[in-house]
């Protein structure tokens, strides 16, 4: 068998490894000089609100009117400004006057987070979908948001950030919420479709309590199935889900329990709803599920056993000579470090391993304590071990990072700060970018895949923007080491 390519056949040849460090300077400049072509834009849009003159003659003889595009807070505008920037941009005048209204938002609503964005340190499009979540909060209550948001966002990870910005948005206006609420609570229903392609469509609204009950309940009904192609359901969990609810359905009558499962509640030590006065609302955290008003506990857990965690004193847990940690010293790792404590890690820290920082060595004592200990998915553990990254832990929960390349990050459980990018170097020896191949076949052993949650930024608008709906992070979890 001849593999050897035909003489037209382009055969590709990779870079030599003393190039790799100026193609990772050369990604990173692009990278930097894309966020300021967007930052440029946006300042130019809200620099050209501010300058464009309404002739008030018009506005009187109603040619042109003064409109608000952006939310409570924000100024007026002549309503022609759009017909200008949008054939700049190569958009509609409609969406034109959308992202005026975001730019203004961004400027006006948010100013903490308008900084950061300048700075570069924010993308525009992560920073415009926030807009979008609070803009039917009022003038102060973005404020509250703004303030929250601005410490977070230059060292969370996006999608963690999501996950944080409707307790957020509850907290700054538990009014506003509370109204939601009941709107949402008037608008239930439960709606099935006609019959198409031998199927139905299922859909609704239901309460909290409800939906959680109604997915945890098809989850045991379905986890019950045999996963076998020839069953009801099939092997498909999402398949087998589906055969749950016409399971649940036919035996609700006369079923004398329904499967029961466990829901873990956060509620901050300084809530104000444990305070005597609660004269305000903070908002509680449903693992898994999301946000509630705190003053809302007492309905949604009604029935439910309650077991109330006492809080753990790190202090009091001394090292163990055995490799695993006990149960205790992971539920303190797990509330100190919440996420996977690789740069920007989004895993939630129950579905980690728990990494010991200095290699655990057979034989040597008390190497099993919280200031040796942090989590990792498989993925980053491998990174870890295999691909070249070092790493350590100058304080219990502070984890230092640096990359192959020679970049260095600090984590600890509010985010993830670069601290250092390596000096431009005229010529790197080969052995000191190449890299290690006699770890690859290890690491690839482990067959692990991992999603991880992406955003891409839209090039072009056609439509103004509608009330974003914010992604939920689709990150495949695995279970536990």
């Known amino acids: 068998m001849n593999d050897s390519p035909a003489p037209d056949e382009e055969v590709f040849e990779p870079p030599p490894p003393g190039d790799v460090r100026a193609a990772f300077a050369a990604l990173d400049h692009a990278h930097q ?18 300058l464009y003159q309404v002739d008030q003659e018009a506005v009187l003889d ?88 601005a410490d977070a966002l230059p060292a969370w990870p996006w999608p963690r950030v999501i996950r944080a910005l409707p307790a957020w948005i509850i907290e700054a206006d538990p009014d506003t919420a509370r109204a939601r609420a009941e709107a949402a609570a ?37 986890a019950s199935l045999p996963n076998d192609p020839t069953a009801a359901g099939g092997s498909d969990l999402d ?21 029961t499962h466990t829901l873990v509640v956060h509620i901050a030590a300084h809530d104000p709803a444990i305070a005597q006065d609660k004269v305000d609302m903070g908002a509680a955290y449903v693992d898994k599920w999301g946000p509630l008003l705190t003053e809302q506990l007492p ?75 942090g989590p990792l998915s498989r993925f980053t553990h491998r990174a870890k071990t295999f691909g070249g990254w070092r790493l350590e832990q100058p304080e219990p929960g502070v984890f230092r990072w640096t990359s192959p390349a020679g970049y260095q990050y600090l984590v600890t459980a509010d985010g993830t700060t670069r601290i250092q990018a390596p000096e431009a170097e005229a010529e790197a020896e080969p052995e000191q970018a190449g890299v290690d191949t006699e770890a690859g076949p290890e690491a690839g052993a482990d067959n692990e895949t991992e999603s991880t949650a992406t955003e891409t930024q839209p090039t072009q608008e056609t439509e103004p923007p509608a009330q974003a709906k914010l992604p939920e992070e689709t990150e495949t979890l695995g279970e536990a080491g």
């Open 33 to 50: 000089q894309r966020l300021a072509a967007e930052v440029g834009e946006l300042v130019a849009i809200v620099h050209a609100a501010d």
């Open 62 to 149: 109603g040619m042109e009117r003064l409109v608000q595009p952006g939310h409570d807070g924000t100024p007026l505008v002549g309503e022609f400004l759009a017909t200008e920037i949008g054939p700049l941009l190569g958009v509609s005048p409609q969406s034109a006057m959308g992202r005026i209204g975001d730019a203004l938002d961004l400027r006006h609503r948010l100013p903490r987070l308008w900084t950061t964005v300048l700075a570069g340190q924010v993308q525009v499009w992560q920073a415009l979908k926030v807009c979008q979540a609070t803009a039917q909060l009022s003038a102060e209550a973005a404020a509250r948001v703004d303030k929250q948001l």
């Open 186 to 222: 008037n608008a239930r229903g439960v709606h099935v479709s006609q019959i198409n392609d031998g199927h139905i469509i299922l859909w609704g609204q239901l309460d909290a309590a409800d939906g959680i009950d109604f997915d945890n309940a098809i989850n045991q009904i379905a």
């Open 239 to 259: 398949a087998r889900r589906a055969a749950a609810v016409g399971i649940l359905a036919r035996t609700a009558f006369g079923q004398n329990t329904l499967p």
């Open 299 to 373: 309905r949604f857990l009604a029935g439910s056993k309650v077991i109330v965690r006492p809080i753990i004193d790190p202090a009091s847990i001394g090292a163990v000579d055995a490799h695993h940690p006990t149960g205790v010293m992971r539920f303190a790792v797990e509330q100190r470090n919440p996420v996977d404590v690789f740069p920007y890690g989004t895993r939630a820290a129950a579905n980690c391993d728990l990494d010991h920082t200095i290699p655990y060595t057979l034989g040597e004592v008390g190497q099993t304590h919280l200031g040796n200990l």
